[in-house]
């Protein structure tokens, strides 16, 4: 059996984010929903982190997006020569979840909450500018930096801890 094109990142050139969104941001959008793609399509998926990885390195070794095309031969290949694990018995529930036999509601990190007029007024002179040179971009993110930190620390309302837990959902 012959190998389908891969889908390539040049593939997506005449989308609008590819040309207005910074390219780590945007692979990283592709790559989330092709992987969400891939796994609500494919609940029998084996999926554990070795598995996982393995998509991830053949990928990153065909400089392809994880779009679920690409995640699909990418599973047919690997499962080929014998470098998939087996599914293992406990995932049967986990299959479940992308089936919507069980519903998960994300829990958000980060609330809205609206800018103090500070928090404006350092929001509007910071806005992007296209004639700023490296140096003055810099300084500009410093300071939008420190001044996220300092609003996200006044406007705290979660356990602090909680980013220390892991959580992991093949």
């Known amino acids: 059996m012959t190998r389908p094109t891969l889908d390539a990142w040049k593939d997506f050139g005449d ?3 590819y040309a207005h969104t ?5 692979q990283e959008g592709i790559n989330a929903q092709g992987c969400e793609a891939f796994k609500a399509a494919h609940p029998e998926f084996p999926a554990t982190e070795n598995n996982s ?4 390195d053949w990928c990153e070794t065909e ?3 994880m779009t679920r095309k690409n995640l699909e031969v990418a599973w047919r290949e690997l499962q080929a020569d014998g470098k998939l694990e087996a599914k293992p ?3 049967e529930a986990i299959g479940k979840l992308y089936t919507k036999e ?3 509601r994300p829990v958000e990190a980060a609330q809205v909450a609206q800018p103090t007029p500070d928090e404006r007024k350092t929001l509007e002179a910071t806005k992007d500018d296209p004639g700023l040179s490296d140096r003055q971009r810099k300084a500009r993110d410093e300071k939008l930096k420190r001044v996220a930190t300092a609003s996200r620390l006044a406007n705290r309302s979660h356990d602090p801890h909680a980013a220390n837990r892991r959580i992991l959902i093949s």
Do not use: G, T
């Not at 910074?22 to 945007?26: K, R, S, V």
């Not at 990885?53 to 991830?56: F, G, T």
């Open 89 to 91: 018995a406990a995932q």
């Open 53 to 56: 990885q393995a998509l991830i």
């Open 15 to 17: 989308d609008y984010e």
């Open 102 to 104: 069980i519903a998960i």
């Open 63 to 65: 400089l392809a997006p």
């Open 22 to 26: 910074p390219f780590l941001e945007f």
